[in-house]
């Protein structure tokens, strides 16, 4: 059972390049969420969903878009990354949101240069 | 929208001293609290939760935390600290599952140094 598998690990970007951070749980779990974690910052949320089909924002949702096309999948996209987006990147997801304990990935640490 | 509020940034303890780290929530119903750890470059550990019920909890690695409802608080406690018990730990809140309020929203965290 794999659980929450985050990729990659370690990216570096330049400023104005693309890519995609996936995430893929094997758990059944309708919701699923993207947080970024910064020194002092503690972990805020970006985007979540709540089944396929169905995404909404979080507290830092700008410069990111996601999609669930699938239960299983939740990527999240930098269209044009810049250095302020440079931050380790959690995925988490759990049956549903509010009295359930979410599973997180391993992280994702992304540099943009 | 729900908050938390981890007041201390950075606490350091001699080992086998207690230990007690505090966190408080703003949510206008019932809240539902966790405690996580970070070790440095790791990701999240659950320690313990609150959902209803006895409003002590226990949790992990000999972790206790304590429900105030009265105070908004759910503070953190171990009577007595291991050297590998320095890492970050972070409070966290979330809602009834309706809207926004089902997400988990995080304190800013709290860094515990260990002194041998």
């Known amino acids: 059972n794999a659980g929450v598998t985050q990729t990659p690990k370690f990216q570096v970007l330049k400023t104005g390049q693309s890519m995609t951070l996936q995430c893929a749980q094997d758990?059944?779990?309708?919701?699923m969420s993207w947080y970024r974690q910064d020194p002092g910052m503690g972990l805020r949320l970006i985007h979540y969903?709540?089944?396929?089909?169905?995404?909404d924002q979080g507290e830092v949702p700008n410069g990111y878009n996601v999609s669930r096309s699938t239960t299983e999948d939740f990527p999240l996209r930098l269209l044009s990354a810049a250095p302020s987006q440079t931050s380790v990147y959690f995925c988490a997801s759990s049956f549903r949101p509010g009295a359930n304990v979410l599973t997180f990935g391993a992280g994702s640490r992304l540099t943009v240069l | 929208a729900q908050s938390v509020t981890q007041p201390d940034i950075h606490i350091t303890v001699s080992e086998g001293a207690s230990l007690e780290l505090r966190c408080n929530y703003s949510y206008g119903a019932t809240p539902y609290l966790f405690w996580y750890v970070q070790s440095p470059g790791q990701g999240l550990q659950l320690l313990l939760k609150?959902?209803?019920?006895?409003?002590l909890v226990q949790g992990i690695k000999g972790f206790e935390a304590e429900f105030k409802r009265s105070q908004s608080s759910f503070n953190l406690r171990k009577p007595s600290v291991h050297w590998s018990d320095a890492a970050e730990y972070f409070c966290a809140v979330s809602g009834d599952y309706g809207g926004s309020q089902g997400n988990l929203i995080f304190g800013k965290g709290t860094k515990l140094s260990v002194k041998p």
């Open positions: 758990m059944n779990h309708e919701y």
């Open positions: 969903s709540v089944g396929a089909g169905i995404t």
């Open positions: 609150y959902f209803s019920g006895d409003t």
